[in-house]
């Protein structure tokens, strides 16, 4: 399932990628494409902190309690610190879910399967509870966020897009980085044998924790991000429970092949999205399921194997 | 590994290259592309959604055909047919800002018209000004909009819950406490959804109550479900348990139907007034069932409130609305054909100054101020800087038309602008906490 | 005390509603190991077909009686219809598949059926009130409670009782039991394992069904309204424990009568409290309160 993931190619190809992206969607496509694309990538960060506790055999149905912090996070900054700078709300974003992650983590950590999905579903909805009430929290209206600065000036939406891209690649980088110690090649071992890895003197759950905490982390930024380039948040659209299962279909859709998959997976989400919602405005959650399902179905390697298909000059061996 | 990716890497290229070129068709002149976005979805979709995008397909296609009566009897907007697009509300204010970007960015129209929940409003406008969009907000009533900030390219034909509420807080000070009324009469309370309508509502109706009726006393624990929760088991309870027996609700859609029918069953009616600032859509609905003697608003001289108003527009909108679709207009109905109107009248009005096909920025000078008749009433475009609408606004009592079997409504009082919302460049909260100076009532 | 009575009359009602919604949820986890996602597709298909008998039904004035002959043929008919369908040709090919893939395919289901309501019964909400208004109020405690919404209660005490006299009384119920046991164990000894998972996802997707039908006389019936409940449900055989029986009726008794007293003390919060209860089970007590025993493997 994760063959590949680890070359040392992965990153310059991950690194031309994004440059590709951005650069097309800066100067070449239209920019309600460019929109997509940077809405993928922004989603993709959080897809690629859920494929990073996936490789442990967690999988999380609360993960929008993270990139819902995130985005609360900038959103809060902005209101009663008047932050509007990409740097500290990126920075912001990622402290805050970084720090819950953190302190949720002692817990979560225990948990394994289904009783991890359901607790972070308990956390996420929670958070959704006090969001949707509080009205000193912008209950169900949510919050706008201002169009982002930089050092002062007005960042504009191709500033925003270069600097989407910019955090993209580091994320690129630290995840690669990370995946290719040996600490996280420690929890591919806990996915084996979690007892063995205990017999080798290493501490399964700190490792768990080390995960988890970078994948919140990841997720955070992924909130804060969007909510940089929406321009709004809110708890359905950021914390339901219903975001959580997108994340986890986008995922899934994506593949665990290859830590880029998950900004392909997110951001052809995006686009059948917008097709769907715009031809068939009463079918677009059908639309989307059906997609679900025929993944499942006939594309269990999501749509990184397809990638891996089409090469003639690499087969890899089962 | 390497190859495979530069060949992924190529096909993306391409397919976005080619992609890129396809959406690059060309406005003409004699169309204009306008998105309408209501709600086709959810609980809001039947009695709000679907009656508002009927509204404003009557008056597009009569328009576009040059049938309507006067003074909006030129074929046209500018001379162009208008293209509706009609795209759903639903799914929160992030989704739709997302959608609203789309439809400039990709659809590439003209214009905006649309939107009902508050929330969405609030998410939208500041998007509208940052893409240049002209957006008209058909119906949507946190008066945060404005107040918050003005709105360079944001219109809003709908006067706010300021005036909706205050105007229920004067109706019970003129009809309900007529007669004698003893303390405990005097208590209110309310139920309302928790987002900014619902949460501005009840307060401008508090600030209200205290200036119209001081001797009354408003609860300590008023209701705020969430948006769209439909079971109001619990509340109905909290409610009843609690002495006030003036009730406000700023309850739409489906969520209103849902608590009249739990709250009928449970005898509510015989203990408690219910005071509702925009509850027309359950009328019909309900239909017999409807309890007589709840005091409804309509949020202006729409839906129930106008149904045997005889203007003559007013009485060919309901004709051709029945006759299309089988049933009176509602409330959404007529602010979204408001919408329309508003932008034919100042896509007209700039074409006439300009001399030919007005740009945005000349239909946006047009429509600054501008005063227009609406079915039965006039609209003002005098506050927020000549962006937000205010009109009269009336209630009346509910009371079941037996000769015609149908719903009706009497003891009709409509209060005029000045009269229920704050002078041009006042905020709404201190104009009402200070007595609300300089308001003249009919 | 009258607020006692009104805040135990509110909570109970919830809990009832809440406890034949979450008894089907379930009973699928504990036999099939399914967190069914779905289950808000089964609600709200119940309650749609439920709401148009009725509204036909009391339309043209037939006996009162058959509301209720409608209400429980509508989850009948949608458990079957529907739980054959998704049972045979889509969870049956991936029982071997990783769990959390099923919880997501259940996922995309719930979406699927949920706009299959839009095209079938378009989007105006239903109001099927007849058999609420017929049975009007009734005043306990000082206020008024609507006899139907009481009658909540009955069906939830009779749908435990009948769940309970099958699962210990009767051989089926004995061959359920030793498939939620141990699944390896249950095949060896020649149980039919597949017509098991069968008929269990049925009876569970009827539950739903049955849910909702009989919840939409209060309420007004439109698309989306299904989308809470699923969350709601899952806190309740949470905390009760996934895939007990006694556990979904503690587990919705606790949310029902926190949330009450929640709105009437607290408002603000009515939703918060009902997770942080569902968290804090599960930090406590991961399986949930009445978790069913858990066979030992070497």
């Not at chain 1, 079918?283 to 089409?310: D, N, V, Y």
Request: charged share 15%; proline share 4%.
């Amino acid at each position: 399932m994760f063959k590949g993931i680890l070359k040392e190619q992965t990153i310059q190809v991950g690194i031309g990628f994004v440059f590709i992206v951005v650069l097309l969607g800066t100067f070449i496509l239209p920019e309600w494409m460019s929109n997509n694309f940077m809405y993928g990538l922004s989603r993709g960060l959080a897809v690629l902190g859920l494929m990073i506790l996936w490789r442990t055999n967690l999988v999380s149905f609360g993960h929008a309690l993270y990139y819902g912090f995130g985005a609360y996070a900038v959103a809060m900054a902005q209101k009663y610190l008047g932050v509007t700078d990409v740097f500290l709300r990126i920075i912001i974003a990622i402290a805050a879910a970084g720090l819950l992650g953190f302190v949720l983590g002692f817990i979560l950590r225990r948990y394994r399967e289904i009783f991890f999905a359901m607790l972070s579903l308990a956390f996420s909805m929670v958070l959704y509870g006090l969001l949707a009430k509080a009205e000193f929290l912008g209950s169900t209206d949510g919050m706008s966020i201002s169009p982002s600065t930089m050092f002062g000036f007005e960042l504009g939406r191709f500033g925003l897009f270069y600097f989407i891209g910019f955090v993209v690649i580091l994320s690129l980088i630290f995840a690669h980085a990370y995946l290719r110690s040996s600490l996280g090649h420690l929890t591919t071992a806990i996915m084996d044998n979690e007892i063995r890895v205990e017999y080798l003197g290493y501490s399964v759950e700190k490792a768990i924790h080390i995960k988890y905490v970078i994948s919140a982390c990841l997720a955070g930024g992924a909130g804060g991000l969007m909510a940089a380039a929406l321009g709004q948040v809110d708890p359905d659209s950021m914390v339901l429970w219903s975001v959580s299962g997108e994340l986890v279909f986008v995922t899934i859709m994506a593949g665990l092949g290859n830590i880029l998959a998950p900004f392909v997976g997110a951001i052809f989400f995006e686009f059948i999205r917008t097709y769907a919602y715009e031809f068939a405005p009463q079918a677009w959650q059908m639309i989307i399921g059906g997609t679900l399902l025929a993944i499942i179905f006939f594309l269990p390697g999501g749509l990184w194997s397809l990638f891996q298909k089409i090469n003639p000059f690499k087969k890899e061996k089962k | 590994m390497k190859l495979t990716n530069l060949k992924t890497l190529g096909k993306i290229a391409i397919t976005g290259l080619i992609a890129s070129i396809l959406p690059m068709s060309v406005n003409a002149k004699d169309t204009v592309k306008v998105g309408v976005v209501s709600f086709l979805t959810g609980p809001a979709a039947g009695p709000f959604g679907t009656p508002a995008k009927q509204g404003a397909e009557i008056v597009i296609d009569a328009i576009n055909s040059g049938t309507m009566p006067a003074p909006y009897n030129t074929k046209g907007f500018a001379g162009a047919t208008m293209n509706p697009i009609f795209s759903d509300e639903s799914g929160g204010g992030t989704k739709q800002v997302g959608l609203f970007r789309d439809f400039v960015q990709k659809q590439n129209v003209d214009a905006m018209i649309g939107y009902i929940s508050s929330g969405n409003c609030m998410a939208i406008g500041p998007v509208a000004d940052e893409v240049k969009m002209l957006t008209i907000f058909s119906t949507c009533g946190t008066e945060r909009l404005y107040e918050e900030k003005l709105r360079s390219h944001v219109f809003r034909t709908q006067g706010n819950a300021v005036g909706d509420s205050l105007a229920a807080a004067k109706y019970i000070a003129d009809e309900y406490f007529k007669g004698k009324v003893s303390t405990a009469d005097k208590m209110y309370t309310g139920i309302n959804q928790n987002y900014a309508w619902g949460q501005d509502s009840y307060k401008f109706f508090k600030l209200g109550m205290a200036q119209y009726v001081p001797s009354a006393v408003g609860s300590s624990k008023p209701q705020f479900p969430k948006l769209f929760s439909g079971q109001y088991g619990s509340e109905i309870s909290a409610l009843s348990l609690d002495k006030a027996k003036i009730v406000h609700t700023s309850f739409w859609n489906g969520d209103f139907e849902a608590f009249m029918l739990q709250a009928l069953v449970r005898g509510f009616f015989q203990k408690k007034i219910l005071v509702s600032s925009v509850g027309g859509s359950g009328v019909d609905s309900l239909d017999k069932k409807f309890p007589d003697g709840v005091i409804m608003g309509t949020r202006g001289n729409v839906g129930l409130i106008v149904r045997n108003d005889t203007t003559p527009l007013n009485k060919w909108f309901i004709d051709s609305y029945k006759k299309r679709y089988g049933a009176y207009p509602l409330g959404p109905s007529y602010q979204y054909a408001r919408a329309v109107m508003l932008y034919k009248i100042g896509m007209d009005k700039a074409a006439k100054a300009a001399g030919k096909f007005p740009t945005q920025d000349q239909v946006i000078t047009a429509m600054k101020g501008v005063t227009f008749e609406s079915f039965a009433d006039t609209i003002e475009m005098k506050r927020g800087d000549g962006h937000q609408a205010v009109h009269s606004i009336a209630y009346g009592v509910t009371k079941y038309n037996k000769a015609k079997g149908e719903p009706g409504i009497e003891k009709v009082i409509k209060y005029s602008a000045s009269c229920i919302y704050p002078p041009a460049g006042a905020i709404s909260q201190k104009w009402v906490e200070s007595g609300m100076p300089g308001r003249k009532c009919n | 005390m009258q607020f006692l009575i009104t805040v135990l009359l509110d909570g109970l009602i919830y809990a009832s509603y809440l406890f034949i919604v979450s008894l089907g949820l379930t009973i699928t986890f504990g036999v099939m190991k399914i967190l069914n996602v779905a289950h808000g597709g089964f609600f709200a298909w119940g309650a749609y077909l439920a709401s148009i008998s009725i509204i036909y039904l009391g339309d043209n004035e037939y006996n009162s009686f058959l509301y209720y002959f409608a209400i429980f043929l509508s989850a009948i008919i949608v458990g079957l219809f529907f739980g054959y369908i998704i049972e045979r040709f889509i969870l049956r090919k991936m029982y071997n598949e990783d769990i959390h893939l099923i919880v997501l395919a259940t996922f995309g289901l719930f979406w699927i059926l949920e706009d299959l309501i839009l095209h079938v019964f378009g989007v105006d909400p239903l109001m099927p009130y007849y058999p609420a208004m017929e049975l009007g109020g009734i005043e306990l405690g000082g206020i008024f409670q609507g006899v139907y919404s009481l009658t909540l209660a009955g069906l939830a005490i009779i749908v435990a009782f009948i769940c309970w006299y099958f699962l210990k009384k009767t051989k089926y119920g004995k061959v359920l039991q030793s498939v939620i046991f141990d699944r390896e164990v249950s095949v060896s000894m020649g149980i039919n394992v597949t017509k098991v998972y069968l008929i269990t996802f049925i009876i569970g997707g009827m539950l739903g069904a049955l849910g909702g039908a009989y919840i939409a006389p209060t309420i007004s019936v439109s698309p989306g309204f299904a989308i809470d409940v699923v969350v709601m449900s899952f806190a309740v055989v949470v905390i009760g424990g996934m895939g007990s029986v006694p556990g979904a009726l503690i587990g919705s008794l606790i949310v029902g009568l926190v949330r009450a007293f929640a709105v009437h003390q607290a408002p603000i919060l009515e939703l918060f409290i009902i997770y942080a209860i569902m968290a804090i089970v599960l930090i406590i007590k991961p399986e949930g309160l009445f978790a069913p025993p858990k066979p030992r493997k070497i």
